[in-house]
T-cell receptor, first 114, second 114 residues
Framework: AQSVAQPEDQVNVAEGNPLTVKCTYS??????LFWYVQYPNRGLQFLLK??????LVKGSYGFEAEFNKSQTSFHLKKPSALVSDSALYFC????????????FGSGTRLLVRP | DAGVTQSPTHLIKTRGQQVTLRCSPI?????VSWYQQVLGQGPQFIFQ???????GRGNFPDRFSARQFPNYSSELNVNALLLGDSALYLC?????????????FGPGTRLTVT
């Protein structure tokens, strides 16, 4: 069965410091991996995805994520955090280009303090 | 351009009642997916529709049903409501079927069952 784990309920970081939000996955076959962000009272917004190719994926708002097949991880990173990055972040996985189900993790709340 | 719209924004129902939630996708998008997000958890996949046909279904009871109309809008119906159905219901659209494509989420309908 496919699953996604986000081991940290909350990540705290000071503005200007690098941030990492962790994600590990379990899926048989080739995974397709995603990061979405949810701001208060708003729907989820797509940040980036890994389908194939370069393990380092760049996305919106300066975020990037690194796919590590041996560690089954897809951590979200940003070199310099902004207060406006404070939000709820979700990692998601699907399997195969014929899959219709996107499996989400439980979410990690990112709090960037000034 | 208008994003994904959902109605109503909030809804309060009593156990045993039935509810219909509505979603209008982004213009040109033919795929609509529905997710349930219980407080403190990640979204859970309910359905995906493409070209008016159900393409995928998550692990939800038969009390949950949906349909897609010729204009690609969609309705989610839930019968015999339970307290556990209280959640934020998210609709997402994408140009094509399949979970590998970027999903554009609406703001959601918050359903409270008392």
């Amino acid at each position: 069965a496919q699953s996604v784990a986000q081991p940290e309920d909350q990540v705290n970081v000071a503005e200007g410091n690098p941030l990492t939000v962790k994600c590990t996955y379990s899926v048989s076959g080739n995974p397709y991996l995603f990061w979405y962000v949810q701001y208060p009272n708003r729907g989820l917004q797509f940040l980036l995805k890994y389908i194939t190719g370069d393990n380092l994926v760049k996305g919106s708002y300066g975020f990037e994520a690194e796919f590590n097949k041996s560690q089954t991880s897809f951590h979200l990173k940003k070199p310099s955090a902004l207060v406006s990055d404070s939000a709820l972040y979700f990692c998601a996985v699907t399997q195969g280009d014929s899959s219709y189900k996107l499996i989400f993790g439980s979410g990690t709340r990112l709090l960037v303090r000034p | 351009d208008a994003g994904v719209t959902q109605s109503p924004t909030h809804l309060i129902k009593t156990r045993g009642q039935q509810v219909t939630l509505r979603c209008s996708p982004i213009s040109g998008h033919k795929s609509v997916s529905w997710y349930q997000q219980v407080l403190g958890q990640g979204p859970q996949f309910i359905f995906q529709y493409y070209e008016k046909e159900e393409r995928g279904r998550g692990n939800f009871p038969d009390r949950f049903s949906a349909r897609q109309f010729p204009n690609y809008s969609s309705e989610l119906n839930v019968n015999a409501l339970l307290l556990g159905d209280s959640a934020l219901y998210l609709c997402a659209s994408s140009p094509q079927a399949g979970a590998i494509h970027e999903q554009y989420f609406g703001p959601g309908t918050r359903l409270t069952v008392t």
